[in-house]
Structures are given as structure tokens and as C-alpha cells.
């Protein structure tokens, strides 16, 4: 191509194409990371709950291989035996406890409000905020402590490790890492304090008790259903260090359950996260106009998308077939984000575990 020619579509797909590797190629290879061994430090984790009956166990036998001064469940109005898991749990190691959420006042979402009621009763310096479908490796706090000292941070979200084992998880949860790390420039989050580069997964996130106290912790999101990057990014903004680096080997999670569970997750989730609608359409175009346009109008832009998704699958080790398949998950992509945006628009709202979220479209 000259400076004479026609800027076709199938060049700027090629070009937006480039640029879209180039960020994944950085965070496989500068996406911050655990770098500390162990500090001594007293923890909390917090873990909000409700109905997960099934889930607790696994979650409660791993936190309490770590070497956390307590482990505090908050049974937010479940309608399963969750409550008698803790408390089994609790009749054979002190460090557990069970406390019940209150009604859930007007403005305030499910799980910022649990989050809320467990720092209430944390005792530590650190609290751990915790899903109760994750699994901490036994040197997950500490090295949690030492990385929040050694980098003076105030939060800290572990990006953990996706189990997967249903065909549509193997399918449909890679497309999680290549929306967020396709896009978000991970490596800066070390050296700019911009509060856009604030980011944080839910299911792991660390935070200095005195610090959460003084900005207000879960109050800053008690309307937001999205509400872990969004406290990220309001953490920065009242400039506090926050980073999120790559837990993987220190967290696990499975996130949802087969195909039926990835839906309603991410349906829950998808248009909620955005702050404007125009951000949202933005979104779309973009995962429609050049992820999934390509390979119908730029064989090349296809094959370097392609190779995105070949280079996160490598990092994160994803099932290659989720590479092959990238055109599917687009599809699935958009209709999830459409069917989020309508239940939304249309005053639905998105369901979870019995309770209807509603956000402005």
C-alpha cells in the first residue's frame, strides 16, 4: 500500500488486527505478576455466600490450609444447606465463622452489601475478599502480603486461574482473557495511576483494612453490579496503589457451570459493566466490526486474530479449539451482550441465584 492508495477495509482490519496482538503479546510477556515469596501478615478472608452449598466446601478446606488468622463466611439469605456447611466447618476450626447479611437496603446490590457486612467483622490489617467457588493455593496470603509491601499497594486483585471442565467452559470461558487482554494494557497498570487502568477479578481481591475504611469500601459500589473493576478504578482515583497481576498460581476458580451457568453469569454482568451506553455500542463494534468481520472481509486481519487467540491460549492454557472456533464465541459474544443490554433496557433486569438486578440502559 502507498500513501497515494485507498485506505481499504481490508487494510485497517489488518492494522486494527496488528494492534490488537501487539497488546496481547505484551501482557503474555509483562502482565504484572506475584514476584514475592512470603510475608508475615495477619488476614482476613471474607467470603460472601449465598446458596452455595456446593461450592463452600472445597473453598473453606483451601482457605484454611493458608495461614489466615480467620475465615469469615457471610450467609447472604441463602436458601441451601450453606449455612450448616460453615457451621460444620466452624465446630472443628475456630478461625471460622458464620455471620447473616441484613435485609438488603434500597440502593445497595447482593454481594456489595455482603462484602460490606464481612468487613465489618474482619479483625485483621488485610482482608481478602473471596468467591466462594475459589481455591487459594497454601501460600496465597502471604505472598499476597509480600507483594501488597514490596509495591506499597493498598489493593490487590489476583487474576486467577480458570477451571474448566464442561465442553462449553472449554469452549466459551478463554473468551473471558482474550476480551480483557486484547484490549486492557496490563503493563502500564505498574507505572500510571490512571483510574481507567484500575482492574480487578471478584473472585480475589485484597485490600489494607485502614485504607478501605478511610474511602469508604463497599459503600463506593453498593449500586453497581459490576462492582470489582469498578472499585479498582474508584481506589485509583483517590489515589491509592491498585494492581491487578496474574494469580494463577496462587487462585483458582470455576467460574460457572457448563453453558446455562456461563449465560446467566455473563448476561448478569455484561451490560452492567459498562458506565455509558455509547461505551457499550462501542464494544460491540468493535467485536463485531473487526473480531468477527474480519473473516468475512480480511483473510489476514482473520489470521492475526487468530494467532491473538493463539498466544493467550498459549499463555493461559486454554484448549486449542477455542483458537479454531473464535468466530462462534464472537457470535455467542454479541448475542450475550445484546440479550444483557434488552433485559436491561426492557426493565427486566439480569437474574442471579433468585434475585432480579436491574441497571439504567
Known amino acids: 500500500m502507498t500513501l497515494d492508495q485507498p485506505l ?56 484454611l490450609a493458608t495461614d489466615a488468622a480467620e475465615v469469615v463466611v457471610c450467609d447472604d439469605h441463602s436458601t441451601d444447606g450453606t449455612a450448616s456447611v460453615v457451621q460444620a466447618f466452624a465446630s472443628i476450626d475456630p478461625r471460622v465463622r458464620l455471620i447473616q447479611a441484613g435485609t438488603l437496603p ?11 457486612t464481612l468487613s465489618e467483622s474482619a479483625r485483621n490489617p488485610w482482608m481478602l475478599f473471596l468467591d466462594a467457588d475459589t481455591h487459594l493455593q497454601p501460600d496465597a496470603t502471604s ?6 509491601v514490596a509495591r506499597r499497594l493498598t489493593l490487590l486483585s489476583c487474576w486467577p486461574s480458570l477451571e474448566m471442565e464442561s465442553w ?35 473472585a480475589c481481591i485484597m485490600v489494607n483494612q485502614e485504607t478501605y475504611r478511610k474511602l469508604g469500601g463497599h459503600d463506593l459500589v453498593r449500586g453497581e453490579i459490576f462492582e470489582d473493576t469498578r472499585l479498582a478504578q474508584l481506589w485509583r482515583r483517590a489515589g491509592e496503589r491498585g494492581l491487578c497481576v496474574d494469580g494463577r498460581d496462587v487462585v483458582r476458580v470455576r467460574m460457572y457451570d457448563g453453558f446455562r451457568g456461563i449465560w446467566l453469569g455473563f448476561q448478569k454482568n455484561f451490560y452492567p459493566a459498562f458506565r455509558h451506553g455509547a461505551s457499550f455500542v462501542a464494544f460491540l463494534i468493535l467485536h463485531g ?12 486481519a482473520a489470521v492475526v486474530i487468530l ?53 439504567n440502559a
Open 106 to 116: 434500597p440502593g445497595w446490590m447482593g454481594k456489595p452489601f455482603a462484602c460490606k
Open 168 to 202: 462449553a467452559e472449554r469452549l466459551l470461558m478463554p473468551t473471558l482473557n482474550f476480551v480483557v487482554f486484547s484490549i486492557f494494557p496490563g503493563p502500564l497498570s505498574l507505572f500510571l495511576g490512571s483510574p481507567s487502568l484500575g482492574l480487578a477479578h471478584g
Open 143 to 148: 505472598r499476597m502480603v509480600a507483594e501488597c
Open 307 to 359: 494467532l491473538t487467540r493463539l498466544v493467550l491460549a498459549v499463555r493461559f492454557r486454554h484448549p486449542l479449539f477455542s483458537v479454531v472456533a473464535h468466530p462462534v464465541t464472537e457470535i455467542l459474544l454479541i448475542a450475550l451482550g445484546l440479550s444483557s443490554w434488552w433485559r436491561c433496557a426492557t426493565g427486566r433486569g439480569v437474574a442471579w441465584k433468585g434475585r432480579i438486578y436491574k441497571a
Open 289 to 300: 466490526g473487526v473480531f468477527l468481520a474480519a473473516f468475512c472481509f480480511s483473510w489476514r
Open 8 to 63: 481499504t477495509p481490508d487494510h485497517l482490519l489488518l492494522a486494527l488486527a496488528c494492534f490488537f496482538l501487539a497488546i496481547a503479546l505484551a501482557n503474555s510477556l509483562f502482565f504484572p505478576s506475584l514476584t514475592r515469596r512470603s510475608t508475615a501478615g495477619r488476614v482476613s478472608i471474607l467470603i460472601p455466600a449465598r446458596n452455595e452449598e456446593s461450592n463452600l466446601p472445597g473453598c473453606l478446606i483451601a482457605a
